[in-house]
């Protein structure tokens, strides 16, 4: 916990305390709108995937129930595992390459000089741009025979970026890496800023180093943002789409082929929407399990805290 | 819930200028060099992107690639607008509006039922909400596709709004709700010895108070739909449905030889969100930085 818990119990009952009980009835239909748009595209939806998992539809004619049968197609299908497997890289890996450096960087913007708040600023640039425009950008930048390497006559920029298997899922990581790293800093400059300099003051005196301050301070403090980012980083990698979709498409050689994107595939290409319903339950639950690990990582005390992931 | 609200206030008054601490203006030599060398990952594939755009498509490559082109060209624009980019940019704009601002305004009213009312039923509603942050909601988009088929709207821009508006609700739900938590207690009270009804505080003491919030969660979620791929993808297939992604996607299946063209379509639809971003940037930037770091 940051040192702001021990500001919380004084500042927050006052204000957050409702006053009026009584005026649920009255305020109850405010929820209505939002609430109604929820069920009707969320919840309603989610119940629906799972009874669509067992019946066979082809996205245009009836719907027929046949019980288990996708299910067991899936289940057996290898395909199945190397996506699963696919997606597990992609979470491990995407995270491995975000964490450290958005630490750094989140450490290097908190300062107060004033050129890293416009560097902050530039940053923050990738984020503007749409997974479909950053891909169609990789693609082109990376092309073998037209690309920047090429130009350039740089043997190690010329490659066959995304024909290799190995290569085309290290494109896959970079480009995440590019566009999310910005974001993720931020998060963690905000945290950094919140960590009280008395800390610092008195681990000077006690004599700790630079490094041994970020080791036994910095770090520490930032757990909480760490799991908020981490939770993050995850959730997105777990339904990267658009990205795989546009630069990849897959493959090579299925290479690519993460969960979200076999689901579309099968679903919307294959035209075997049971298939795809029940690829997308997997999907969820998957979802679902990693919520609580990370949940269980943060400790019992801040389980509002992922909520706001 | 307490502790968060605490931090966010403190994290949201020091990204408004006030002195920072921490690590301030102690030198960091990892972290600097750092910096910089993440400034150039970002920026030289940006140039890059930006620079080949003016250059024509035939003589490009014989050039070096990081220098800008000694006769720009406006024709890979040209080529792009001849390709219907406005009427992409004309519908863009509709899906994203029309979903955004619906999005944050039945969020808002959600949010101030939530946390000014009591009782079993809101506080179901809110984990309702809640749960729906934990779950990849692109897993629901089977049966949407059903729905919307069934609701006669397939090939509709209604088709690509009415799910975005549903899949932003959890979160801004979730950033308004903390905000309307932070407006002082005495200031309801006072609302209501006037004699005004709850209704009338939510738009005139609530609304105008959670405005840095409003505005925030605005560009977040317009920034998600406008970028958005999947929805349009799945609902549409008419080349006049195309929103920008879409379009983008398709220019370049047909034109993926003429590279400098592609990436002058890259940099038209990303302009406008730049041209925002320009304006709105030190809200988006403190306001992500309040919502997020807790």
Redesign the interface.
Known sequence: ??A??S???S???????????T??G??????L???L??V???????I??FV?SFTSWD?IGAISFTGLKSWTAVLTDPGLPHALWVTFLIIVLSWIAQTP?SI??G???????KY?AV???????????????VS??????L?PN?G?GP??KLAILTQDWLGKSTLAMGVVIFIIA?QW???HS????????????SM?EAAQIDGAG?VRQFFSI?LPQLK??MI??ST?MI?GS??T??LI??LTGGGPNDATRAL?LD??LT??RANQ?GL??AI??I??VV??IL?QVLQRLGGKE?N??L??? | ???????R???SS??AGA????????K?W???A??WL??L???I??Y??VI?SFKSSAGY?G????LPSATPTLDNYKLVLQNDFVRYFMNSVIVTVGATIPAVL??F??A????????R??KA?NA???M????????????????IIKAGMYNSLGAII??S???A??LT??ILSNFV?????EL??AMRMDGSS?WGT?WRLAFPLTRPALVTVTIYQG?QI?????LPL?FTDRADLRV???A??TF?GQYS?N?PA??A??VL??LP??VL?IVG?RQL?SG???????
Do not use: C
């Open positions: 916990m940051s702001s818990v500001t919380a119990p500042t927050t009952p006052a204000k957050v305390t409702p006053s009026a009980h005026s649920t009255r305020l109850g239909w405010l929820v709108p939002a609430l748009f929820f009707v595209f969320a919840v309603v939806p989610l629906g995937v669509l996205g450096l750094l960087l450490v290097f913007i908190s300062g107060s000089q890293r560097l902050a600023v530039l940053f923050f640039l990738p984020l503007l741009l749409s997974a479909a425009a169609i950008a990789y693609k082109a930048l092309d037209f920047l130009g350039l590019w790293i910005p974001f931020l998060i963690y400059q905000g945290a950094i800023r919140q960590i009280p300099t610092y630079r910095t909480n943002t908020t980012s993050l959730v777990l339904t789409f658009d979709f546009v979200a689901m579309y679903g919307f929407m795809a319903s997308a339950v999907l969820v979802g679902l919520a801040r509002s805290q909520e706001g992931a | 819930m307490a502790t968060q609200t605490a931090t206030r403190t994290g020091r990204s002195p920072a601490n921490g690590t301030t203006a102690r960091n990892l972290g600097g750092f910096g993440w400034l990952i970002v920026l594939p940006i890059w992107i080949t490559f050039t070096n690639p990081l039945i969020s009213m959600a101030f039922a939530i946390v000014r009312g009591a009782g039923w809101l509603v309702l909400f809640l729906g942050l934990a779950i990849p909601l692109q897993a629901t988009i089977i049966p949407i596709y059903l729905i009415l799910p508006i549903a899949f609700i959890p739900v979730l938590r932070d407006v002082p207690n309801f009270e709850e939510m920034l406008w970028n958005g791929f999947l799945i920008l992604p879409l983008l996607w370049q030889v590279i592609v990436l379509s890259v639809t990303t969100i730049l971003y940037r930037l992500l930085t309040a919502g997020f770091s807790k």
